[in-house]
């Protein structure tokens, strides 16, 4: 009887130790997951800015500039996961100086960044999400902007106003 109640008794040690074990093995997951999502944030940050590049290049009708900042946004692009289709859009832009060609990709861009960067969280400052009903042959398109005022990638100094502000995210 005496065995049983030593065996109990470490059984019930070793029980006490394990499960204030647990806590520290917890705290160790977490902080990778904080640390997965603040690498996550911070790549998506990089993915928001270098968009925001190609956007203004548009903009200016500079199918030049706009082929460079597209390689930097398919480079950023490539470290966040499920971001492959986007990716390939951005260096099919990269692929041309063609600004005709550039808009046609970058309205198809913008479907795929608009809700990463929507999911994206503790933004500094309001994401504007923009629209012009002309676009895509009058189908619409939108584009994200850094600021109210409408600046058209999809048609530059034709249309530079054309569109409106949809959405706010903040």
């Known amino acids: 009887m005496k065995n049983y109640r030593f065996i109990f008794a470490l059984w019930l040690v070793l029980a006490a130790a394990a499960c204030q074990q647990a806590p520290k093995q917890e705290s160790v997951a977490e902080s990778a997951d904080n640390k997965e999502a603040s690498s996550l944030q911070t790549d998506t940050i990089k ?4 968009y925001l590049q190609v956007k203004d290049n548009l903009v200016k009708s500079d199918g030049s500039a706009a082929k460079k900042s597209a390689g930097d946004l398919a480079d950023h692009l490539k470290k966040i996961k499920g971001c492959s289709e986007a990716e390939d859009l951005a260096d099919k832009i990269g692929d041309t100086e063609d600004v005709k060609s550039q808009r046609m990709l970058f309205l198809q861009l913008s479907n795929d960044v608009i809700p990463l960067i929507k999911g994206m969280s503790n933004k500094a400052a309001p994401v504007y999400v923009a629209y012009c009903p002309m676009a895509n042959e009058g189908k619409g ?11 058209n990638p999809y048609y530059g100094d034709e249309m530079l106003e054309c569109g409106e502000i949809k959405e706010e995210i903040k």
């Open 47 to 50: 993915v928001y800015n270098a």
């Open 141 to 151: 398109g939108y584009w994200l902007s850094a600021q109210k005022e409408i600046k």
